[in-house]
């Protein structure tokens, strides 16, 4: 219940998870059919760069600030063409001090039959984010843990969706519910596209996570992950990585151009690393 997600809106971490979603999001409207984007663990929505608590961490300059320092190879700026037009349709006047969180990045991306269920557990947050879309009848904000939407939300009534799962990961067993909760709501919702998002720092579990999602049997699943710095001498949070589920065909082939790129200019030390590949299903994709 103390996270705040502003002292960290616009890292490394974000860049990653939200040039992904918004790729996601595209796929989806490639059918007219509309979809739902579930958002388990919402935040404010929206984030001011220039606030006491952003500028206290900096994360921001080291993500997206560097992001946008220079310019794009040709493929790497089509693939983040839908993420950056967010970013700089909340900054109109240049520069770089709003920053959308995930859901107001998704509703931002919309087509007028598209909708959004976004659930914040914290009081304070959910008052933010339920007045950031107030009145917006394309957006539906809940009070409520999102690990229980897992179950209580799915299948979305269009029966076409996106759930993101981007706990705060404030106590123990964090990698342990992801599994259990994306099992939960797989029964529930086998067709849905599903994005969860894992932090990676010194003794994180990481091979016993990946060991139960192949357990599951779920069976199309695409790892990536993005490693800025070395966890030698820090308990801190050095790379983060996504699990999807039920993956857009071309994001395999998308994350093999744009991973590189984002391990050469986000790197913050020499063992920055990057990588993709299937955790189960399509390895011959690779």
């Given at each position: 219940?103390?996270?705040?997600?502003?002292?960290h809106a616009g890292n490394f971490a974000d860049v990653l998870k939200h040039a992904v979603l918004a790729r996601l999001v595209i796929y989806m409207q490639g059918k007219d059919?509309?979809?739902?984007?579930l958002d388990t663990h919402a935040g404010i929505g929206l984030y001011d760069l220039s606030s006491e608590e952003a500028q206290k961490t900096g994360e921001w300059l080291d993500g997206i600030g560097r992001l946008l320092a220079e310019d794009l190879p040709p493929a790497v700026g089509e693939i983040l063409e839908p993420y950056l037009r967010v970013i700089h349709e909340l900054n109109p006047e240049?520069?770089?001090?709003?920053?959308p969180g995930s859901p107001k990045l998704a509703r931002m991306l919309f087509r007028p039959q598209d909708r959004l269920s976004a659930m914040?557990?914290?009081p304070d947050d959910y008052e933010t984010l339920r007045r950031l879309f107030d009145n917006d009848?394309?957006?539906r904000v809940t009070h409520l843990d999102g690990w229980l939407s897992l179950g209580a939300h799915l299948p979305p009534k269009e029966k076409r969706g996106i759930v993101l799962v981007d706990p705060p990961f404030e106590i123990e067993g964090e990698y342990e519910r992801l599994v259990d909760g994306l099992e939960k709501a797989v029964r529930r919702f086998p067709g849905g596209m599903y994005c969860l998002w894992y932090p990676l720092k010194k003794n994180a579990p990481i091979a016993e996570f990946h060991k139960a999602l192949k357990e599951t049997g779920i069976p199309k699943m695409l790892c990536t992950e993005l490693t800025v710095k070395s966890d030698r001498g820090t308990t801190g949070l050095t790379g983060s990585g996504l699990i999807i589920v039920n993956p857009p065909y071309t994001l395999k082939q998308e994350l093999d151009v744009l991973l590189p790129f984002l391990k050469e200019r986000l790197a913050q030390?020499?063992?920055?690393?990057?990588?993709s590949f299937w955790l189960?299903?399509?390895?011959?994709?690779?």
């Open positions: 219940m103390n996270y705040r997600h502003i002292y059919k509309a979809f739902r984007v240049g520069g770089l001090k709003h920053y914040e557990l914290h009848f394309q957006s030390d020499r063992f920055a690393s990057a990588r189960t299903g399509e390895a011959k994709a690779s």
